[in-house]
Every structure is written in structure tokens, then in C-alpha cells.
Nanobody, 124 residues
């Protein structure tokens, strides 16, 4: 069973930066899709960014493009999200997710594995 554990959340002032990490219990090999989602209070969960483990292709939500960067480490066991120029609109619980499929399929069908979430709070 794959487990995903996030860390790195916290509080920061607007304009600041945070790095979120997600460590998995297995090495990602082949064509996996890894992603970050977030859910703000009273809002639906939304996709933030995805990355294909085989080719490293990335995709971002319009709201974070140019500010956030998703990446995998060389050992393909840890996922990161570099978040810059944070604003109060980024306040949310951030979740790491993964699936044994392409990102196109995972986005349509859903992700199988989820972390417990980490809180990001941005003050104005």
C-alpha cells in the first residue's frame, strides 16, 4: 500500500515563499502521475499542479502558474511544491496525490493515493 506524507506547511506573510514536500513509501517508476491539490474553507478541492513521473511533464492551475513549481527528486520518492509570491488566496490545506496512470487519466478518473494534508496560511 502506498502512503504519502506531506510536510512543509505553515504560516507566511503575503509575498513570501514555502516549500511543501511529499514523501512516498514506494519509488515511483514507470508512468505515474503525482499531483498537489488544495482545499480552502468552504470551497471545493482544486488541482494545483501535476507531474508525470516518466517524462517529467508538468501542468499548473492558472491561479498558480508562474508562482508555483512542482518537481520530483532524483530518486523519485519525494514530490515537492515550491510556492512563491503567496497571497491570502492561497490559504488552504494542501494535499499530495498519486496514481498508477497518466496524468490525463488520473485527472479524469481520480487519484488513488492521498496524503493527510498540510495547512498553508498566508497573512496579508
Amino acid at each position: 500500500q502506498v502512503r504519502l506524507v506531506e510536510s512543509g506547511g505553515g504560516s507566511v506573510q503575503a509575498g513570501g515563499s514555502l516549500i511543501l514536500s511529499c514523501v512516498a513509501t514506494v519509488y515511483f517508476r514507470g508512468d505515474y502521475c503525482m499531483a498537489w491539490f488544495r482545499q480552502a474553507p468552504g470551497k471545493e478541492r482544486e488541482g494545483v499542479a501535476t507531474i508525470s513521473t516518466r517524462y517529467g511533464r508538468t501542468n499548473y492551475a492558472d491561479s498558480v502558474t508562474g508562482r508555483f513549481t512542482i518537481s520530483l527528486d532524483d530518486a523519485k520518492k519525494a514530490l515537492s511544491l515550491q510556492m512563491n509570491k503567496l497571497s491570502p488566496d492561497d490559504n488552504a490545506i494542501y494535499y499530495c496525490a498519486g496514481d498508477y496512470s497518466t496524468c490525463d487519466k488520473a485527472n479524469k478518473v481520480g487519484f488513488t493515493f492521498w496524503g493527510q494534508g498540510t495547512q498553508v496560511t498566508v497573512s496579508s
